[in-house]
Each structure stands twice: as structure tokens, then as C-alpha cells.
Antibody, heavy 129, light 108 residues
Framework: QVQLQESGPGLVKPSETLSLTCSVS??????????WTWIRQSPGKGLEWIGY???????SYNPSLKGRVTISVDTSKNQFSLNLSSVTAADTAIYYC?????????????????????WGQGTTVTVSS | EIVLTQSPGTLSLSPGERATLSCRAS???????LAWYQQKPGQAPRLLIF???IRATGIPDRFSGSGSGTDFTLTISSLEPEDFAVYYC?????????FGQGTKVEIK
């Protein structure tokens, strides 16, 4: 059974870089079957998709984060990471890692792509001096 | 970006009642790439429905999804005590992926 676990500092100072890691167990990041994704949730903005990385290193980011985000992968450790630079109080949130399958499934003769099918438990990050 | 608008914001119902939640997209969601998630306090969201109408593994059949294009619905046919939670829709038709703001289903 696949499990995702976020880790990293719970407190980050304004203007610094937030760094989180998602450790994956029960599955291999190198399988090529998933987009490994970061999402955050704050009271003011609800759920926000941050971006994803594919095992090959290709990425897609939310333009709302204005180039502050980098997602990287370490297949040897079966982990992927989030860096968010120049943080402000608006970046205070619960950060989740999750996976989105790249392939669909057949159901009753039709092909369907899934959404985010497995999530980590989330980690709270507060931006404050 | 596709904006998803959920309604109502809060639904006050009793156990055993039927819940109908709406999700409207600002532009057409390709090939019904729409999912519904349930979130309980202190927990991560859980995938309920994908492809607009397909229940995820282990999801009871009292949950059903429907719709296409820009209008989608999540129906809970008869609310169980464990169903009182917040529900989010999400589109994965285009980037960036986006979520609705959520509908809270609370006990009346």
C-alpha cells in the first residue's frame, strides 16, 4: 500500500525559502506512472495546486506562484521535494504531497483518468519572524 | 485557468437525507476530467469520484457523480453520520489544476 509522508520545518522566516520533502513508500517514483504533486491549503485560499514533477524531471507549476517554486525528484531516495522562495505570511498553509496517475483505467468500456488518488497527511508551515 | 464554483457553501441536512452538491466550471472540462474529494477535520482530502462519475476504490455506492462540460453534481443518496464533511471538486483537464472552494455538509 503506497504511503506519502511530508517532512520539513514547521516555521520559516519571511523572505526565506520553504523546503519540504515527500517520502514515498510502497511505490517507486521511477515507475513513470504518476505525476508527483504538491498542493497547499490555507484558510484564505482553500486548496491550491502548486505543481508536479514526473520521474524524468519534467515539471509543471502554477503561474500564480510567479516563478518562486521549484519541485525536484531524487529517485535514489524515492523522494520529491518542494522549494518555495521569498515566502511571506500568505504562504502559511498546510502543504500536502499527492500523486496523480498518468494513465487512465477502463470502466464499462470507457477510459477514465483519475484525480489525486493518494495523499500524504499534510504538514503545517507557518511563515513568521 | 478554469475557475470552479461550488454551491451551496454550506448544506445543513439530517442523517438519512439526500445531499446534492454543485460544481460549475468557467469553461468546459475536457473529457469529464473532474474529481470530487471529501475532507474531514484534521485529515487530507480523499478521492471519492473521478471522471465525473466513477467511484474510487472503496467508496460506498450512496455517493454518485454526474455531469459534463461545465456543470457537475455530487449526490449523496442518504447521509450517514460519517458523511458530514467538506467536499471539493477539482478539474484535471488543463493546467494549472484547480479546485472549487468547497461545500460543507453539516448536521442540521
Amino acid at each position: 500500500q503506497v504511503q506519502l509522508q511530508e517532512s520539513g520545518p514547521g516555521l520559516v522566516k519571511p523572505s526565506e525559502t520553504l523546503s519540504l520533502t515527500c517520502s514515498v513508500s510502497g511505490d517507486s517514483l521511477s515507475s513513470g506512472s504518476y505525476y508527483w504533486t504538491w498542493i497547499r491549503q490555507s484558510p484564505g485560499k482553500g486548496l491550491e495546486w502548486i505543481g508536479y514533477i514526473y520521474y524524468s524531471g519534467s515539471t509543471s507549476y502554477n503561474p500564480s506562484l510567479k516563478g518562486r517554486v521549484t519541485i525536484s525528484v531524487d529517485t535514489s531516495k524515492n523522494q520529491f521535494s518542494l522549494n518555495l522562495s521569498s515566502v511571506t505570511a500568505a504562504d502559511t498553509a498546510i502543504y500536502y504531497c499527492a500523486r496523480e496517475p498518468t494513465d487512465g483505467v477502463y470502466v464499462a468500456g470507457s477510459y477514465y483518468y483519475s484525480g489525486l488518488d493518494v495523499w500524504g497527511q499534510g504538514t503545517t508551515v507557518t511563515v513568521s519572524s | 485557468e478554469i475557475v470552479l464554483t461550488q454551491s451551496p457553501g454550506t448544506l445543513s441536512l439530517s442523517p438519512g437525507e439526500r445531499a446534492t452538491l454543485s460544481c460549475r466550471a468557467s469553461q468546459s472540462v475536457r473529457s469529464s476530467h473532474l474529481a470530487w474529494y471529501q475532507q474531514k477535520p484534521g485529515q487530507a482530502p480523499r478521492l471519492l469520484i473521478f471522471g465525473a462519475s466513477i467511484r474510487a476504490t472503496g467508496i460506498p455506492d450512496r455517493f454518485s457523480g454526474s455531469g459534463s462540460g461545465t456543470d457537475f453534481t455530487l449526490t449523496i443518496s442518504s447521509l450517514e453520520p460519517e458523511d458530514f464533511a467538506v467536499y471539493y471538486c477539482q478539474q484535471y483537464s488543463s493546467f494549472p489544476r484547480t479546485f472549487g472552494q468547497g461545500t460543507k455538509v453539516e448536521i442540521k
